[in-house]
C-alpha cells in the first residue's frame, strides 16, 4: 500500500523560465525527469492518453511524489492505495526488458 507524499520533486520547482517557447519548457521537463530516473525509480500509470509520473521516494513503506511531466496527469487515488513494492519492481523488470529489446534491435539492424 503507498502513501502519496505532497510537493513536487525538486527538479521540478522553478522549472518554467520567463518567455522560454513550449520546446524550451519540454526540453527542461525532459531533462527534469531523466535527472529523477537517474536517482530512484520513476512509475507510471497510464491515463487518458498519456500517463501520470511518480518518483518512489522510498521502499518500505512504499511512498511516492508526483511528477508534474508533459500533460501533469494524476493517477486514480486507488491505484496509488494499492500499490506494492512488488508491482514496482514488476514495473521496473518490464522496462529493463523494454530496454534490452530495443538495444538488440539496434544492434541487429546494424549488423
Not at 535527472?35 to 521516494?57: F, P
Request: glycine residues 2%; neutral net charge; charged residues 25%.
Amino acid at each position: 500500500m503507498a502513501t502519496l507524499l505532497k510537493g513536487i520533486p525538486q527538479e521540478f520547482k522553478n522549472i518554467d523560465q520567463p518567455n522560454a517557447d513550449w520546446k524550451q519548457r519540454m526540453q527542461n521537463e525532459n531533462d527534469a525527469l531523466k535527472s529523477i530516473q537517474a536517482r530512484t525509480t520513476v512509475v507510471k500509470q497510464q491515463v487518458a492518453d498519456s500517463h501520470a509520473y511518480y518518483e518512489v521516494v522510498k521502499r518500505q513503506p512504499l511512498q511516492l511524489r508526483w511528477i508534474p511531466y508533459c500533460d501533469q496527469w494524476t493517477a486514480d487515488p486507488a491505484w496509488i492505495r494499492g500499490l506494492r513494492v512488488s508491482d514496482v519492481e514488476e514495473q521496473e523488470r518490464w522496462e529493463m526488458a523494454w530496454k534490452n529489446a530495443i538495444n538488440n534491435s539496434k544492434e541487429n539492424a546494424n549488423a
